[in-house]
């Protein structure tokens, strides 16, 4: 993953970790709930933030949202500071046989399940959401981009091709060239001669 991308990574994590707090209209997280959430948080902030000030922003997460003293922070957060310092000296981790960041990496998956967000609070997220939220998310995007440059719902063209099925067919038992149809319906020659075939007639 680029430096660009573990960045909007990360800063999209800790933007929706704020977002959960409003959306369970907690002020500072109750006890049982704190370690978790502080955990990914400053996960995120040690990719973020140089090693000089973590500890000062650490301080104030924990203080602003869950009341943790700058003590207890410093304590709790003591191996997302480790970490943090080896890799800024350029460390490495050895992890399924090659070297890595020494900071914590936490899929996506597992902070979801670890924070309990559920699929009603990932509706509101932009980052901590699941596959299939995610999915469902790029097919609504796609079929936007569809309908903006002009593509119609599969439902409402299908129903505007049978309706220009039944035109031909009438057209046609009329005695209308097939010529005459394609100019009057748009369509080309060869479509005109598929719809009036007896095949399609018989669908």
Not at 38 to 49: H, K, N, P, Q, R
Not at 148 to 160: I, V
């Amino acid at each position: 993953m680029s430096i660009d991308a573990v960045t909007t990574l990360a800063l999209g994590r800790l933007s929706d970790l704020q977002r959960l707090l409003r959306l369970r209209g907690y002020d500072k997280l109750p006890p049982g709930q704190r370690h978790s959430w502080m955990f990914v948080a400053a996960t995120s902030l040690a990719y973020l933030v140089e090693l000089r000030y973590l500890e000062r922003e650490l301080v104030l997460l924990g203080r602003e949202n869950v009341g943790w003293s700058e003590a207890e922070t410093r304590s709790r957060m003591q191996a997302v500071l480790r970490r943090a310092h080896a890799a800024s000296v350029g460390d490495n981790v050895q992890w399924n046989g090659k070297q890595r960041d020494p900071r914590y990496q936490i899929t996506t998956k597992r902070i979801i399940d670890v924070l309990s967000i559920t699929p009603s609070e990932q509706n509101d997220m932009q980052i901590l959401i699941s596959k299939d939220i995610k999915q469902q998310r790029d097919r609504e995007r796609k079929e936007r981009t569809r309908r903006s440059q002009g593509a119609k719902p599969r439902d409402e063209y299908l129903a505007k091709a049978k309706e220009k099925r039944k035109v031909a067919l009438e057209l046609r038992q009329q005695g209308m060239s097939l010529r005459k149809i394609s100019n009057m319906l748009g369509v080309s020659h060869t479509q005109i001669r598929r719809m009036t075939s007896t095949r399609q007639q018989a669908w």
